[in-house]
Structure formats: structure tokens, C-alpha cells
């Protein structure tokens, strides 16, 4: 258990800043019916569990702060595990810091970020990923990420991986279980064939493999792609960005080289963040201000996971093109975009290149939507994106890390099966890998870590 000696009461202020109808703040400690009477003048006898009563919040000199709604939540069921109070009342900034200052004169130390979600943690009412999922629900950006984050809260995640360290102990158990025969009368083949050793490590592995594929895709929900616009000028980067974006956000021009800056919007397809950057046009130029917007294209361009090359769908690929493309770095995902196909009479498409097999081109138009829908799908397919959504786990780079470790061990217990004791070694690595998942070892600095990242008031 994770039991620790917290004894003080922590309040702090639940809801956004700012004005709203209704304001909360949230103490949690220990017995806090007394702080509930001082601060209502009620008997204490009369405040129920968990049962909505109005109240005047009274400030120290008895006279009403705010009138509002108190709910008391007794220990042990409750969010924190601890007695903890909601304060409702209104929403307005001064109502709340006056409320919140008069539960700090009862006792109360203000809330470091995450304080109420750790103790939870610290009271085994939920474990680290669930404990994280509860920030990732509050920050996610799109409806996907928010429902992959309420399954890992509602312990999806924690669910997926408690089962592979299950297997891995009864694993565990039995080669250990061999080590204990003196060494002359064991013959370590048969024992092994016994406890169907290998078919058992080749079921693990598949199960960390596809614990890790879920989680490969929650990331791309998190973090998303670096899609860079790229190409001569004029060939419509721009008009792209701002067909991609749906509204009008950078300058389209006839004139050539004027997009200097680079522009960058952030959309959203089938719920994976798409980061473009549209950049200055590539060419010679004696101009020192678009020298500098070139430079910056490909700085962009070393930083991205895709670049989509537009070029003018009515002369194809040119020599110029032909230039930019065999400059761009290898191991970055290309594109082609052949834009204005509507100028070029040509329908929208998908096809690959006669001379390069695997180079996949589209032809489309920015002016006129017409062939975007074969970008968004090409770009989800770059992205990895099995489109799966029911599935994916909003993974934490922590959590990777821990998956891929956890990979790595137990290959190297497959190897090493017939040295039974360095297999069993490599499997228990592979069980704290996992196990640092749900927190189950973990140290008060990665605490420290993840809690600071929280709101005050979570
Ligand atoms: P950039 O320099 O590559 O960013 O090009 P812009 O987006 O500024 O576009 C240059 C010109 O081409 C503008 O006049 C756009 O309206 C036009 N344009 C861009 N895309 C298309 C397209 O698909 N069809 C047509 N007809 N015109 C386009
Ligand atoms: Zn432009």
C-alpha cells in the first residue's frame, strides 16, 4: 500500500478562473467535519454524507461570504480517500478567493498542483495512469483524446497491463521454480518443455506488442504530425494551408515570394493533430529577406514528419522541383502534391510516381477542395493512424518508454531461454518495467514529476 502520514488539509479553488455560475472550492483532509460546522454554523451532527445542503460560507467575523451549496464526502469514499468538502458557490473571482482564504484561517494550507489527485494516488483510490489520465481528460484537445483518456481513468490502460504482469509472475514462478533443484538433477530442456516455457514467452511478447501498438497510436492522438508545406513559389502552399485550415489565415497573393514567415496552423483530422507549416517558396533569390524566409523552410523542414510538395499540377514535376526534392533530407516522409488541377483540366487523384515506385502523388486543388479528402487520408496513413479509435490508449512518452523496455526484456528472456537464470532475470525487468506503469515502483521525484504538470484545484 501506498499509505503515507498526510495529515494536513489542503484547499484550493476547483473551477477555472474567471467568472461563471457557479465557483468550487474543494478541501480534503482529515475529519473535516468541525471545519464544515466553523465555516457553516452548523452542527456538525446535522451535516449528511454526501447530501447537498445549503449554507452561508460565514468569513471569521460571522457574517455571510456567499451562500451556496455545501457536500461533504467522508472518508474513505471520496475522490482524494481523505474527508473531503465542496464549497459551491458563485462563480465570481472575488466570492471564491474569499472563500478560499477563509477555509486557510480554518486550518486549511493551500493546494500544490495535483496535491488532491496525488493523495488519491498516495490512498490507492487510483492507480499512476489512471492518476495521469485524469490530466490528460482535462487538457485534451479533440473528443478522441478525451474518450481514449476517460478509458485509461476508467482503468482500460491499467486493466491491459495488470493482465500481462499477471501472466509474467505465473511465468516468473515457474522457471524460478527450477532453479531451486541442485544443479545435477535438473535437466533444464525438459523442465522447460514442462512449463511450455517459449509458447508462453511468445504469447507475452504478443501481448506487450500489442499493448504497445495501442498505445504507438494515443500518441500520435497526443502529439500528432509536423506537416511542412513546401515548393516553388506561387505553386499554392498558401491557398493549401488555408483549405486545410478553413478559414483564411495566411496573405494569398499573385505575387511571387510573399509568403516570408512561416505560417503554421494547427487542424485536426479524424482526431489526430496535424501541426502544418506553410514556408516561404524555394528558389534563387538575391532578395536578403526571402534568403532568410528560405533558410527558415528548411530548418522547418529538417523538424517535420511529412513534407507535402506542392507543385503545379499543369507542368507536373520540373527540373526546379526536381532540385528541391533530391535536397530534402532522407527519412522524411514526401508527398507531391500536384495542386490547381482544376487549371490543368485534370480530375483529383491518387497515383505513384512512373520513376520512383512508392512515391505516392496526389493531384488536387486548393482553390476548389476538390481531391483534399486523398491528402487527409494519405496524411492519416503517414501518421500510422489505424483509425481503430475504440482501441487506442492516450500513451504517455513514460508509458512508451515502460512498453518498450518491457519488449526489449522479454525478447532477451526468449533468447536467453535455455540459461534459466539469466531468462528469469530479464523477465523480472520486465515486470518492473511494466508494473512502473500503474506505479506500483515509482520514486517521489517521478511523482513530483507528473503531479506538478496538474492544475491547482485537481
Ligand atoms: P504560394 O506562393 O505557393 O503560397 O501560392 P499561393 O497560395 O499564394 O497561390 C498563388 C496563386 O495561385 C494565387 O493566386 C492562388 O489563388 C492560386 N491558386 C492556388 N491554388 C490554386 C488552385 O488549386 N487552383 C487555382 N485555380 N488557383 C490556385
Ligand atoms: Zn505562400
Known amino acids: 500500500s501506498r499509505h503515507t502520514d498526510t495529515t494536513d488539509t489542503i484547499a484550493a479553488i476547483a473551477t477555472a478562473p474567471g467568472r461563471g455560475g457557479i465557483g468550487v472550492v474543494r478541501v480534503s483532509g482529515h475529519d473535516l467535519l468541525p471545519f464544515a460546522a466553523a465555516l457553516t454554523g452548523k452542527a456538525p451532527d446535522s451535516i449528511q454524507p454526501r447530501r447537498a445542503a445549503i449554507a452561508d460560507f460565514l468569513a471569521g467575523d460571522g457574517i455571510a461570504i456567499d451562500r451556496g451549496i455545501l457536500l461533504h464526502f467522508p472518508a474513505p469514499h471520496s475522490f482524494t480517500g481523505e474527508d473531503v468538502l465542496e464549497l ?21 494550507r493551500l493546494a500544490d498542483p495535483g496535491e488532491f489527485t496525488r493523495r488519491a494516488f498516495l490512498n490507492d483510490k487510483l492507480d499512476l495512469a489512471q492518476a495521469e489520465a485524469v490530466a490528460d481528460l482535462i487538457e485534451a484537445s479533440t ?12 482503468g482500460e490502460f491499467s486493466h491491459a497491463v495488470h493482465g500481462i504482469v499477471a501472466r509474467l509472475t505465473e511465468l516468473r514462478m515457474l522457471i524460478e521454480a527450477t532453479l531451486d533443484f541442485p544443479e545435477e538433477e535438473i535437466d533444464a530442456e ?3 518443455r514442462d512449463i511450455d516455457a517459449a509458447a508462453r514467452l511468445a504469447q507475452l511478447r504478443a ?22 508545406l513546401a515548393g516553388l513559389p506561387n505553386v499554392g502552399k498558401s491557398s493549401l494551408l488555408n483549405r486545410l485550415a478553413g478559414e483564411e489565415r495566411a496573405i494569398v497573393t499573385e505575387i511571387a515570394g510573399t509568403t516570408r514567415d512561416a505560417l503554421r496552423e494547427t487542424i485536426h483530422v479524424e482526431g489526430i ?6 514556408t516561404a517558396g524555394l528558389r534563387e533569390t538575391d532578395d536578403a529577406v526571402e534568403k532568410i524566409g528560405i533558410e527558415r523552410t528548411w530548418q522547418e523542414i529538417a523538424r517535420a514528419d511529412v513534407v507535402l510538395q506542392i507543385v ?18 532522407a527519412g522524411i516522409e514526401r508527398i507531391v502534391v500536384e495542386n490547381k488541377c482544376d487549371l ?30 486523398l491528402l487527409h487520408d494519405e496524411l492519416l496513413r503517414v501518421a500510422g493512424w489505424a483509425g481503430h479509435g475504440e482501441d487506442v490508449i492516450l500513451a504517455r512518452e513514460r508509458h512508451l518508454e515502460a512498453l518498450n523496455l518491457a519488449a526489449e526484456k522479454s525478447a532477451l528472456a526468449e533468447r536467453q531461454l535455455r540459461q534459466i537464470e539469466l531468462c528469469a532475470e530479464e523477465l523480472r525487468l520486465a515486470q518492473e518495467a511494466l508494473a512502473a506503469i500503474t506505479g506500483e515502483f515509482t520514486s517521489d521525484d517521478l511523482l513530483g514529476v507528473i503531479f506538478s504538470r496538474f492544475c491547482i484545484g485537481k
Open 143 to 154: 473528443a478522441q483524446a478525451a474518450r481514449s483518456a476517460l478509458r485509461s481513468l476508467s
Open 344 to 373: 490543368a483540366g485534370l480530375v483529383p487523384g491518387r497515383f505513384e510516381d512512373a520513376e520512383r515506385a512508392g512515391q505516392v502523388h496526389l493531384r488536387l486543388s486548393a482553390k476548389t477542395g476538390a481531391g483534399i479528402g
Open 88 to 108: 459551491q458557490g458563485h462563480g465570481g473571482p472575488v466570492v471564491m478567493q474569499l472563500l478560499l482564504a477563509r477555509a486557510i484561517e480554518l486550518g486549511a
Open 190 to 192: 525438459q523442465l522447460l
Open 207 to 228: 501481448d506487450i506488442a500489442a499493448l504497445q501498438g495501442r498505445a504507438r497510436q494515443g500518441a500520435m492522438l497526443r502529439t500528432g504530425l509536423h506537416v511542412v
Open 273 to 278: 493533430p496535424l501541426h502544418v507549416i506553410d
Open 312 to 329: 503545379d499540377a499543369r507542368a507536373g514535376v520540373t527540373p526546379a522541383d526536381h532540385a528541391i526534392a533530391v535536397r530534402l533530407p
